[in-house]
Each structure stands twice: as C-alpha cells, then as structure tokens.
C-alpha cells in the first residue's frame, strides 16, 4: 500500500456513547472527501488481554521467539521451518485473497 498523505487524530472522550460522535466524523470526512479512514475505539489494554489469554505473564520469562529458526545449511540462513519448507514457498495458502486486484506496493 502506498500512503502519501495522512493524518492521526486521537481523542479522549468521557465515558459516554460513542455512536454520535462517529456519525459526526462520517459527515466530516465526507465533506473533507476522505474515503478511507479508520475510527477505534474500545481497544483492550494488551498487559490485561495477555494476562487473561496466557493465565499471567510468567511465560515472558522463558518465552524466547528465536526458538522457531533452523540454520538451513544449503542457504546459510535462517528460516521458520513452520512458515517456509525447504525451497522457501510459503506453507500457508495467501491469506490476501483477490490482493492482485490492489495495488499493494509495500
């Protein structure tokens, strides 16, 4: 994807139905003819939903995301055996279906 303009707005509101406000922002970014944008809200603290999905953070300790590399002596590289297999092809099917349709330059 190609982004050559783009702005971030970040709002704190109190505590109050946020349902209006986006009807608001809809009729503002139409006017401003802005087609794509995205509003969040209600995001989840990621200290709270990492303690609720792995039952506390004492996994962090040993947790060492490394341990998913084999050194391929071939290539003299590293490469995730459960990513890629040996002729380093994807093992999972696109998950980006119709992306040829998109200009997705990354």
């Known amino acids: 994807m190609k ?18 406000f986006e009807r608001l922002f809809d009729l503002l970014f139409e006017y401003m003819e802005i087609d794509h944008y995205v509003i969040l809200n209600d995001l989840v603290n990621g200290e709270d939903l990492i ?13 060492n995301p490394l341990a998913n590399l084999v050194w391929n002596d071939k290539d003299k590289r590293w ?21 040829k349709n998109y200009d997705l330059d990354f």
């Not at 303690?51 to 947790?63: A, D, P, Q, R």
């Not at 002729?87 to 998950?95: I, Q």
């Open 3 to 20: 982004f050559e303009n783009g702005i971030m707005i970040k709002l704190y509101f109190p505590d109050c139905q946020i349902d209006e």
């Open 51 to 63: 303690k609720s999905t792995f039952n506390g953070l004492k996994f962090l300790e040993t947790y």
């Open 79 to 99: 490469r995730n055996h459960k990513l890629f297999n040996e002729n380093f092809e994807p093992v999972y099917p696109d998950m980006l279906f119709g992306k």
